[in-house]
């Protein structure tokens, strides 16, 4: 939900401003712009377009201008369109001073008003623009100090933030701020960066600083000063990166989807590792389960469908009640909560912000806060009790896949916690799951050696107006993880239903030659014989049924034969065709595998 990049340092600014919006541009890509502080001191270079990150490299040509610190923005249009007038950077009047923002002013109505009848100029329909002009009055101010212009802004402003901004009479310096939107501090070598998440700046460095809420940052080459709004200098938390270079770039392979899909056994791995048999002290010390007697599960989109998965497995193995909301609709409707209730915030983010608002309501209540989360220093785990990270390494591809896949392991190793503390779980079913957990990244290598076939049958389906997906027990929440996908790769129809729920209306949705993706329960199950009974009612009214099946199935006109394994960890291994087959469809329709259109990576506004 726009990315943001800001280089100071030894390096011509332009290629590591480029460099890091490369990197950001799966958080939003409607229009790019780089403003860069000439060393010079004459007026600030700045060049922005409408459209992807491309547009702008188009016409910058090969002349790289003289300066060593510079901004870049890619946008997620909140106000105003995606034009060329609308891209940041925004410029005060005198195009002195540059700011780009990720996030939404609130008050930036008002705020124009007032600025517009002192005499500002104002290009843009955006928000963001105002900050721009604000910012160039309190410098004025503050006798040209750009750090104390920024905190008496930032006073000024409500709703969410992420800001950077440069002055052409201060080239080298570049000051930032936040308010509940991601931003930390790259820390280089005779270089500094600032940036809305690590994969900006990781080729050069892996050391970074967490900044905190409202908190202004203050850098050039060789100097970070962190302070809050009232001008006191912050201590701040420094940590190494353990995510690496490559892990952000493509390899050999077409899509960052496809490659992010392959990665899923690591992923697995990593999450899995030193964690069967028991989650770290240092992690779980810092809860008192016993005096839990409800867990609430929060998400949004894929990370909501692995909090349903959650829930299947929760509440057998630790017989506790779990309710799993999405996050934009818990917090307003004044839920039960109280000190006995743990809230599970799920997010590859961390910055998800109906998921952040839903944490905070819970917190204030006074439930203890255990995040599942990707992104190490990010907001979500910050504000959080105790975190389970999963390691699922940088996903860039918009639409997610391995973090998916590592949330499912995570909502497993909660659930044997929680089991094995409450003592719910009998000793031979937890045995059996930790042998099963281990052998997951195994099992999901065997069902990647079915991706070409899957790719080639895909294709046949690739003119449909429709595709249906069935599931049962933890096959429903798979249902639904493998519609989300394809609407939002292939832009077509999808949806995912309960098998039992077919006669209840869903059914009439199929006609002649309607695809649906049938979830098979464990063969042998009782499920099982549902679902087959659920196949040959859709068959009869004319569907063509591709099974997902760890046994032979007659029914099915196509079947991907996935590994048996325990019932509840099934959705790891059933979720990766249907990722494929989604990947697939974008690439037949023409579409934008890693950017579909209208979304973003990070969803920091509401
Ligand atoms: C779908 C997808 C989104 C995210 C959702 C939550 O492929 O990626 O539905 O799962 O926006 O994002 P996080 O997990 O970052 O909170």
Redesign the pocket.
Known sequence: MCGIVGYTGKELALNPVLSGLRKLEYRGYDSAGIALALDSGEKLWVEKRAGKLGNLEEILGTKIPNSHSGIGHTRWATHGGPTDENAHPHLDNEGKLAVIHNGIIENYLELRAQLEKAGHKFKSETDSESVAHLLSDARKKHNGDLAAAMREACQQLRGSFTLLAIHSDEPGRIVGARRNSPLVVGVGDGENFLASDVSAFISHTKRALELGQDEVADITANTIVISNLAGKIQPHNEYEISWDASSAERGGFEHFMLKEIFEQPRAIADTLLGRITGLSEEITNRIDFKEIDKVVIV??????NAGLVGKYAIEKWADIAVDVELASEYRYRDPSVDSRTLLIP???????MD?LMALRYAKDKGAKVFAVCNTNGSTIPRESDAVLYTHAGPEIA???TK??ETQLVAMYLMGLHLGRIRGTISETLLSQIEAELAELPAKVEQVLETVEPLRELTRNFSTASSMLFLGRHVGFPTALEGA??LK?LAYMHAEGFAGGELKHGPIALIESGTPVVAIMPAAGSLLAEKMASNIQEVKARGAVVIAIADSELKAADFLVRIPSTHEFLQPVLAVVPLQVIAYEMAVARGNDVDQPRNLA???TVE
């Open positions: 998400a949004c989109g894929t990370a909501f799920i997010s590859q983010s961390g910055e998800t998921t918009v639409a997610s973090a998916f989300l996908k939002e990576k990070s969803v």
